[in-house]
């Protein structure tokens, strides 16, 4: 979903959710606190290429911070084989950055700079683009600029292994993916406005 025209396709429902979501400007981003130098230099949004993520290499924050602390204390705690914190960084510390972005509402709705899209829901469209990005971790498989949609990574790990084993279909896998999770997320792959995006708070969740 990338124009005015699209968005007012969708229910009422959908359409206030949305907005509601990207009306949010305070943004927050689980790492470790071995990653904070790196980060504090600057956001490379493809220095996590080459790992199962839903929409392929680039930068994820939440503007949920309890759902950011639950994120990277799963990640740590059970190590799981899509996670970017593996090795060091499971004995490192976990911190959310936080982050202050304005606009965004109008960069998804209307901005001719930016590409943007939007996944009100699980569906095939959602599944599909998450099944590719997964499949294939060593390029970017788009060229949108920010994506906002729901999170899988409570999911996909066993599924997508299951699929390369070839004990498991496609089709399994993505009606696997199109099962609901309440947490969303917001991507850019846009590295000239990461590039002005400054860490504004560092909160230390290691008692979390």
Known sequence: MTTIDEFNNLSKKY??????ALQATEWYHATTQSQLTSLQKGIDVNYNLNNALDFGAGFYLTSDLEKAKEYIGNNRKYENVDS??????????????????????????????????VFPTYNDEFANFVFQSRSDVSIVHHDYDFIYGGQTDSNPSKLMSDYQNNTISREAVIEGLKKHNPQTQLYIHNQDFCDNLKIDGIIDVTNN
Not at 102 to 116: A, E, G, M, R, T
């Open 84 to 117: 970017i914190f593996l090795n060091n960084d499971l004995k490192s510390d976990p911190i959310v950055l936080q982050y202050h972005i304005d606009n965004l509402w109008d960069i998804f709705i209307d901005s001719p700079n930016y590409k943007s899209c």
């Open 15 to 20: 359409q206030n959710r949305i907005k509601k």
